[in-house]
């Protein structure tokens, strides 16, 4: 198909899948002409992957680059792609994880969320996430105790648990796709139906 | 207390302590010369809330006079106070319900999520969000049928359940403030849980 056609069909402006060919992110067209290029299914679905991670999820185009890598580089087990794409999520320049900084409140609630969390890798980019959230709860006066962390481990364990099993099997593009998106959109779904829960109780109540 | 105590005991600029005067979120001290003025425990105590919605939280400016409105008008039961804070904290403009607009994703949805969800009122703030979170999730080809929204559903209504239970009794401003903050401040918290709970599935696997 011409640009023109993959425009259309991955609703992204054209100027923005020139950028993307520009940044490396998408690959050229086969040239047909000196003026002329051809793309193909291939090209579509890449482009409606970082669509998805860009437009859609509002990842930051370095992110989206990290994510892309890692589809790009299926090094060593699904599972190991998996921990790279969702360290590579981490949402913000103050999540990444700087192997000097400590991270006090998320160490201490590690032990309390349930045996199934794991103790002993704390390079994980969603542990400086959840101390920069445990921070602004203690800066509220908001209570962090034991039993309402174990409420939420166990909770958002079976959560992940039966996302992790909708993964497509044998793929690991697909796989790691489906997590990453996954991660990133179903939370504010997961924000949603929690507020809806909390007026619900209100109302009945 | 003079201005210069409260300031450094609420640890917010001097600017923006009389700002918030000036914005009659907070209540002026209580003049004793033509350039002083006398702030009390309750000065501090409002100093501390606002910071917490604003700063802590992140609220616009609008929604943190809105809370604080609810906070100032104690009327109908603490659950319909409730039900008005958590209204006035949706994220952003595009989540204020617009009663023309429908919400075909998010009414569909709420049939899955379980019996504990009513669908009765459709004029939630939450509702408008469940719609966008869930528009995003279709435009990237991710599920989102039965199976899923019910999962969800049934974890994040145990989850309200008990952080409803853990709400102070009796005060209603007291039980208005934690309700809001929770609803904000545990979000962040909740979404960094999942997160480490997926990687350690991935790592365990």
């Given at each position: 198909m011409q640009i023109s056609e993959l425009v259309r069909r991955a609703d992204v402006p054209l100027a923005t899948v020139k950028f993307y060919i520009r940044e490396g992110m998408l690959p050229p067209g086969r040239a047909t002409s000196a003026t002329r290029a051809e793309y193909d299914e291939a090209h579509l679905e890449r482009l409606r992957l970082i669509r998805s991670l860009?437009?859609?999820?509002?990842?930051s185009l370095n992110r989206a680059k990290k994510i892309l890598d890692v589809v790009d580089h299926p090094e060593g087990s699904i599972y190991q792609m998996l921990g790279r794409a969702i360290d590579a999520?981490?949402?913000?320049?103050?999540?990444?994880?700087?192997?000097?900084?400590?991270?006090p409140r998320a160490e201490a609630a590690l032990a309390s969320?349930?045996?199934?969390?794991?103790?002993?890798?704390?390079?994980?980019a969603a542990f400086a996430q959840l101390e920069s959230a445990l921070l602004a709860v203690e800066e509220a006066g908001m209570p962090a105790d034991t039993a309402r962390l174990r409420l939420y481990g166990d909770h958002l364990m079976a959560i992940a648990r039966a996302e992790i099993d909708g993964m497509p099997a044998g793929d690991p593009r697909a796989a790691v796709q489906y997590a990453v998106l996954g991660t990133t959109l179903y939370e504010p779904v997961l924000a949603a139906i929690r507020r809806l829960a909390h007026q619900n109780l209100a109302v009945d109540a």
């Open positions: 860009t437009i859609v999820a509002g990842l999520l981490a949402s913000g320049p103050s999540d990444d994880v700087d192997p000097q900084r400590r991270y969320l349930g045996p199934a969390y794991d103790t002993s890798d704390h390079r994980m």
